[in-house]
């Protein structure tokens, strides 16, 4: 959040470049996570950041959908789960890992699928879960993230043991 801010001042160089998107993906999936635990007076101004994040993905997607489809809809998934809209939660989550797999972005399938995992693990549906955090992992496997492989076994080690490639 804090190194976003710092950021946003020179946005503006960058708004017709690519690197924004990663940017304002990663600021948004932040916003996302301490939403909650936010000061109220201080949700509105991150409601604000975040709504406009979304509108800017929904630009972009449809000008570039093999680019920026599934992080609207990973981003819209975080949104609706905020707002408590579990059902749209679900299918925009679903849709972003889908998207992201059709268009080879190997390393946001597996982070979309991981913010499932926590998604439908706060919702008591760990058998859910674990399949996703299962095709995750595998995800960030073949990604290369090696630190993230051993992250999740280490949270997750029951998973781990059941999982094809143990």
Partial sequence: MESAEKAQPALWAARFQHPLGGLLLLHSLAIAAVFQASLPERRAELRESLIA??????RWAESCPATFAHKHSLVSAEWA?????????????????????????????????????????LRGLDKVADIYLEEARDCYARWGAKAKVAQLDQDHPRVRQQAPWS
């Fill in 53 to 58: 994040h979304i509108a800017s993905f929904q």
């Fill in 81 to 121: 789960r905020l707002e408590g809209r579990d059902i749209e939660a679900m299918q925009l989550y679903e849709q972003a890992i889908r998207l992201a797999a059709e268009c080879g972005f190997l390393q946001d399938r597996a982070l979309a699928g991981e913010l499932a995992v926590r998604f439908y693990r």
